[in-house]
């Protein structure tokens, strides 16, 4: 086997959620989280705008969350993940849907999959943990018809840098603000392991949004909507309840970001 090969499994072990499959279904559920139901998932069914008869890919489709949404939409739904644990919970919690163990980064490599087959492929919360990304925006362009779209949904890389930002409070002006300590640097994070007797632990990939908007565009993928979406809870509570809900309302929690495919030349 040869370095590179040895590396692709490394990254894949480390990028996999099979050890946080069953903490992560237990949170989320069937229909997912709070933050999936009322901020998310509405942000990426407006950017993608699914029509009745379209083969819509969902890359590191998790527990399925999005299955039902693009299915009742009338969209032919794939969801790939790398995690093995993950796809058994998609297929028992959405068993309409079709749902495939696979590297997001080698597409190609898969029996079901052939070039150009989709016309549209999403990454719901996912891109952020998945490297390198230019291969995994290689692949999902070779995934999509000419003119098929891609929409990504992250948490927002200016304001939302694991370990590296928060919020932090002004009493002399009574202000809160959003406090970014490294925007630049791409950094992978460990996330926090899951509570319960055995440990798991995976990796988040922060990266400044010109990495995402120029890796794109390599990949004949030109970026043509952009939404920056608050939390849920913007109305907040409690003796700072104005600066706090001014705070949310003005600082974005999510990034959507849609580009289509067109002929890449020289």
């Known amino acids: 086997m040869n370095s590179r090969r040895k590396q692709d499994r490394r990254s894949s072990a480390r990028t996999s959620w099979n050890p946080l499959a069953e903490w992560y279904a237990g949170w989320v559920g069937k229909h997912g989280s709070k933050h999936h139901c009322h901020s998310a998932i509405p942000a990426v069914l407006d950017l993608l705008k699914p029509q009745r008869g379209e083969q819509i890919l969902d890359i590191g489709a998790g527990t399925g969350v999005l299955a039902p949404h693009l299915i009742a939409a009338g969209a032919h739904y794939t969801g790939i993940d790398i995690s093995e644990r993950m796809i058994d919970f998609a297929r028992t919690f959405h068993p309409q849907g079709r749902f495939i163990v696979g590297n997001a980064r080698d597409l190609a490599a898969l029996p079901a999959f052939r070039a150009?087959?989709?016309?549209?492929?999403?990454?719901?919360?996912?891109?952020?943990?998945?490297?390198?990304?230019?291969?995994?925006?290689?692949?999902?362009?070779?995934?999509?018809?000419?003119?098929?779209?891609?929409?990504?949904?992250?948490?927002?890389?200016?304001?939302?840098?694991?370990?590296?930002?928060?919020?932090?409070?002004?009493?002399?002006?009574?202000l809160q603000y959003r406090r970014v300590d490294r925007y630049l640097s791409p950094l992978p994070v460990p996330m926090k392991a899951y509570p319960g007797n055995r440990q798991?632990?995976?990796?988040?990939?922060?990266?400044?949004?010109?990495?995402?908007?120029?890796?794109?565009?390599?990949?004949?993928?030109?970026?043509d909507q952009i939404a920056e979406i608050i939390t849920y809870q913007a109305q907040a509570t409690g003796p700072r309840a104005s600066a706090e809900t001014l705070a949310r309302q003005e600082f974005p929690l999510f990034l959507g970001l849609r580009a289509r495919k067109v002929e890449v030349r020289d």
């Open 116 to 174: 150009g087959m989709f016309d549209a492929a999403v990454f719901l919360l996912s891109i952020q943990d998945m490297e390198p990304l230019d291969s995994v925006l290689a692949a999902a362009a070779w995934a999509l018809r000419p003119a098929g779209r891609v929409v990504l949904l992250l948490t927002h890389p200016c304001f939302r840098v694991p370990r590296q930002s928060g919020w932090g409070w002004d009493a002399d002006r009574k």
């Open 200 to 223: 798991g632990v995976t990796l988040s990939f922060h990266r400044p949004l010109a990495t995402y908007v120029n890796g794109l565009a390599a990949q004949g993928l030109l970026l």
